[in-house]
């Protein structure tokens, strides 16, 4: 027994279409078959598509035949008559469900991130300098360390902390004087115009100094809590035995930035 389909496909299932998928409306009547000519005859082929009500009876199709197709009705994708999916749109056979448009929230159709703009190439730097002769005169307990070169830091904001961290109070310097614990947390302020630069106490314990390279070294701190303007030949000592020094960065150390 076979019933048609809305398109007329014939169907040996009464809920769906063995073509194309179609719900069968209950109480569709019945087309009757010979079985003793569909045994004689051989398995028949489905029907065309289009056939109507009226276009005959046709035997049911054997369950050793190949599976009819069915075409996507959204983007006319070939699928088995099984696929519960369009592979190329997604499209839901079952429930007839259309495939989500793009949206502009979803991860998967958007576009590479972008990289990241270069870091800025740092005009200036300061140099962090052991010295053994601002130790001798800081009486310290702590031993010195050995005079090397410089640690040199590009200053790439216009604004920098002088000072040792903290994870606990959660400090933070540009300028890290770890090492030498004569240094405050919060030891002083570097700031900049771009071409002046100024530096300002920060309440430390020890003090902070400022002299010129050509002279003695300082005997008086400077005042806590007011800028101080560097001339090009200064130097700032804080802690124990760290002198620090500002400059224009070479254009070997701005090739090593980028």
Not at 66 to 77: D, F, I, K, R, V
């Amino acid at each position: 027994m076979t019933v048609n389909c809305p398109s007329g496909h014939p169907s040996t299932s009464t809920d769906y279409c063995d073509v194309c998928g179609l719900p069968i409306p209950a109480g569709t009547p019945a087309t009757g078959s010979d079985p003793a000519g569909a045994a004689a005859s051989g398995p028949a082929a489905p029907a065309p598509a289009g056939a109507g009500l009226g276009s005959g009876v046709s035997a049911p199709a054997s369950p050793d035949a190949a599976p009819a197709g069915q075409l996507c009705p959204n983007c006319s994708e070939a699928a088995s008559l099984d696929a519960l999916f369009c592979e190329n749109c997604g499209y839901d056979f079952t429930t007839g469900t259309m495939p989500r448009a793009a949206s502009s929230l979803d991860l998967s159709s958007s576009g590479p991130t972008p990289p990241a703009p270069p870091a800025a190439i740092a005009e200036w730097v300061v140099e962090l300098w052991v010295d053994p002769d601002w130790y001798a005169v800081q009486q310290s307990d702590d031993p010195c360390p050995s005079p090397g070169l410089p640690t040199v830091i590009p200053l790439t904001e216009k604004s920098l902390l002088i000072g040792r961290p903290s994870r606990s109070r959660n400090i933070h310097p540009e300028i890290d004087c770890g090492d030498d614990t004569g240094v405050s947390r919060r030891q002083a302020q570097l700031t900049t115009d771009g071409t002046r630069w100024w530096v300002e106490d920060l309440q430390s314990s020890n003090g902070t100094y400022v002299a010129s390279a050509a002279g003695p070294l300082p005997e008086d701190p400077i005042i806590p809590g007011q800028r101080q303007e560097l001339n090009p030949d200064d130097r700032i000592y804080v802690g124990a035995w760290t002198r620090l020094v500002v400059r224009k960065a070479t254009p070997e150390e701005q090739a090593g930035q980028a």
